[in-house]
């Protein structure tokens, strides 16, 4: 597989990073070259220096026989230019990054397809998204959706309080929900650790737990604290477009929703977009004194939404300090993909890079193998691998397939249908498993899944 990527900024680079890791022929185009020293010197690819939206620096690119244009550089006039010539050119998969989708009218045939877009996404809409998907429940740091709908993992964090601390999977209280869902792995102290029966339950431990979307749903509900609250009042900092679409969304839901911008104008901007009577408050996030004057004593979630990476971690641990119930921020930079989730001040971590990458993984299905997460708490990948008539597990009990011992089938597609796998599931040809796979446990699963 041939891949063009446009822009050779966090995004793009990441986006080379993980393509050259799963044997892609990668090639970055980029206006500055500035950033090419470190690609080159890391990865095995190809590039070029030069308009995006040029005819002929994209013919020096291959063009013509690319199976995939990621345009993803900061100018998206360039963008939408390049996805139509390549489009011309045959190219299948050109997909584009908005920062917003606004600029389509499907009533009026304005769509991504008029431009030569195969598939367009939104950063900040995929990130609201996520941001919404956890922030009615405290011990809820993380949902993964799968390409079936009916699927769902989520990562649970196990507090001090919790029922499940100190317990042993196999003596968790809720036998007959326990065999409708699948602990797929565990993080604690950063480290990665494949779960068994006799596995130990401690506070800190962050569970990924796999099922059927209402079954993982009703394990969710069952371990929640007893006492918690609806969400009703949360703190946005930061005037970005992620924080207008998370408040616009917020307050569909009759949340109450406050601002703290420090740019004078942005917030009087915001001001005039929303309904009035929502409170802007002009400031610094990380000053005590402006944080009290938003009401953070009674907030149940403050969401950090800048662009400046260190000032919404910062914002994030003061707000919990100060009473905040839940604290999310937003990172965009690579660096802290690892480090934001080990800071105990900080219940979730979103980065708008990882989510980005995610997206357009999830559209680069291939083959026998489609990955539809690059996780955010360890070096792993959460990948979908396609069972065919071919492989030497058809036909098989997973009992019987003598699985390297760091790997666990999450879950299993047939079809429509969602199934938690057991040692006695046979697999047949067309079965879909889901597995956490490292890099390690990789190279001895690919065989498994030939063509």
């Known amino acids: 597989m041939k891949a063009i990527i446009l822009g050779a900024g966090e995004l793009g680079r990441l986006i080379a990073s993980t393509l050259c890791a799963e044997n892609y022929d990668v090639v970055v185009i980029d206006s500055s070259s500035e950033n090419f020293e470190r690609l080159k010197e890391k990865l095995d690819l190809m590039v070029i220096e030069g308009s995006c939206s040029d005819v002929a620096v994209l013919k020096q690119a291959g063009i013509q026989n690319c199976d995939a244009l990621l345009a993803v550089s900061g100018d998206e006039a360039a963008n939408i230019v390049a996805c139509k010539i390549a489009s011309k050119f045959g190219v299948k998969k050109t997909i584009c990054r908005f920062y917003s989708l606004d600029c389509f009218s499907p009533a009026d045939g304005i769509t991504p397809d008029f431009f030569g877009i195969w598939r367009a996404f939104s950063p900040p809409e995929q990130c609201v998204r996520k941001i919404s998907d956890i922030l009615d429940n405290p011990v809820c740091l993380e949902k993964i959706q799968f390409t079936n709908p009916d699927a769902l993992m989520e990562v649970v964090s196990i507090t001090p309080s919790s029922i499940l601390a100190g317990i042993r999977i196999k003596d968790i209280p809720i036998t007959e929900l326990l065999t409708k869902i699948r602990f797929a792995a565990i993080v604690r102290d950063r480290h990665f650790l494949i779960p068994h029966g006799d596995t ?116 994030c641990i003061m707000a919990k300090r100060l009473g905040a119930r839940k604290s999310v921020t937003i990172t965009h930079k690579p660096e802290y993909i690892r480090i934001v989730p080990a800071m105990e001040m900080i219940d979730c971590g979103i980065s708008s890079t990882l989510v980005s990458v995610n997206t357009i993984l999830r559209m680069l299905e291939t083959g026998t193998m489609r990955i539809d997460a690059k996780l955010q708490r360890f070096h792993a990948h959460l990948t979908e691998f396609t069972v065919s008539a071919k492989s030497p597990l058809a036909g098989k009990t997973i009992v019987n397939c003598k699985l390297p011992p760091s790997v666990v089938f999450a879950l299993l597609f047939r079809g429509a249908d969602v199934i938690t796998p057991s040692g006695n599931t046979e697999l047949i040809p067309g079965d879909v498993v889901v597995a956490i796979v490292t890099p390690e446990s990789r190279k001895d699963l690919e065989p498994l899944f030939p063509k």
Do not use: W
């Open 200 to 315: 130990l339950l401690v506070p800190g431990d962050k569970v990924y737990v796999a099922g059927k979307r209402h079954d993982v749903e009703d394990f969710l509900e069952l371990i929640s604290p007893t006492d918690r609250t609806r969400i009703l009042r949360v703190i946005i900092s930061g005037a970005t477009e992620t924080g207008y679409m998370l408040a616009q969304n917020l307050l569909k839901e009759r949340i109450e929703v406050r601002f703290i911008e420090k740019n004078y104008q942005k917030g009087e901007s915001l001001l005039d977009s929303m309904p009035q009577g929502m409170l802007v408050i002009n400031g610094d996030p990380t000053d005590e004194e402006v944080m009290e004057e938003a009401g953070i004593q009674n907030c149940d979630a403050f969401i950090s939404t800048a662009d400046d990476d260190e000032e919404n971690i910062l914002a």
